[in-house]
């Protein structure tokens, strides 16, 4: 079965720091792409990073970008969001998704990419 397990969220002060996680289970991580996306109450769902299979392409947004670092560790399946900076804008469920079963090297154009399986989501709140 399938499984993303987003972790980390919690709240945090304007200008503080948070750490994602996203840990993967039942399908050859180092394959398929990992991506990022966020909701915020009333508002769409944002793809705000992703990082490629075997590449390692990044992609960010630009309301993140200079903020965020994606990384991954293939040994561990899990993907990282490591978020500093923060600021309330930042407020959202956050989620991680992947690209399995299409072995998409490179999805540094997340929104051509399919992402069919997403982890259960994450609350970041930043507050003033």
């Known amino acids: 079965e399938v499984q993303l397990q987003a972790s980390g969220g919690g709240l945090v002060q304007a200008g503080g720091s948070l750490r994602l996680s996203c840990a993967a289970s039942g399908f050859i991580f180092d394959d398929y792409c990992i991506g990022w996306f966020r909701q915020a109450p009333g508002k769409e769902r944002e793809a705000i990073s992703s990082?490629?299979?075997?590449?390692?392409?990044?992609f960010y947004a630009n309301s993140v970008k200079g903020r965020f670092t994606v990384s991954r560790d293939n040994a561990r399946n899990t993907v990282y969001l490591q978020m500093n900076s923060l600021q309330p804008e930042d407020t959202a469920v956050y989620y991680c998704?992947?690209?399995?079963?299409?072995?998409?090297?490179?999805?540094?154009?997340?929104?051509?990419?399919?992402?069919?399986?997403w982890g259960q989501g994450t609350q970041v709140t930043v507050s003033n």
């Open positions: 990082i490629g299979s075997r590449d390692g392409s990044t």
């Open positions: 998704a992947t690209t399995f079963p299409y072995p998409v090297t490179s999805c540094t154009a997340v929104t051509r990419v399919t992402w069919d399986y």
